[in-house]
């Protein structure tokens, strides 16, 4: 399964821009899609990812702390795409942002896949 983000950029503080990644290959199912960035110097670190439901429960959403009420992130699930919206951007938010997914391909196996990381830059 292979994932391919667009969207990062140059933005000044308090701007905006939105990623989005689509997952193509033999996908049965998507388990989880979201976003992680890794800061010059940093780890890794979750910004936020959507869990599909099962028949007895809705779709779920985590942020990382420092995103809430700043970040949206929304999944297309037809089209296996996930997008995040970024707003009122800050420097500390400048890092390179990895896609990723989970789930089950059509041969019944597992997978967990990442992008090919985008580049966000939040100059002050």
């Known amino acids: 399964v292979q994932l391919q983000a667009f969207g990062g950029g140059l933005v000044q503080a308090g701007g905006y821009l939105r990623l989005s990644c689509a997952a193509s290959?033999?996908?049965?199912?998507?388990?989880?899609m979201g976003w992680y960035r890794q800061a010059p110097g940093k780890q890794r670190e979750l910004v936020a990812v959507r869990t599909t439901g099962t028949m007895l429960t809705d779709d779920s959403t985590m942020y990382a702390d420092s995103v809430k009420g700043r970040f949206t992130i929304s999944r297309d699930n037809a089209k296996d795409t996930v997008y995040l919206q970024m707003n009122s951007l800050k420097p500390e938010d400048t890092a390179v942002y990895y896609c990723y997914a989970g789930g089950l391909t059509t041969s019944w196996r597992g997978f967990a896949s990442w992008g090919q990381g985008t580049l966000v830059t939040v100059s002050s």
């Open positions: 290959g033999s996908i049965l199912r998507v388990n989880a």
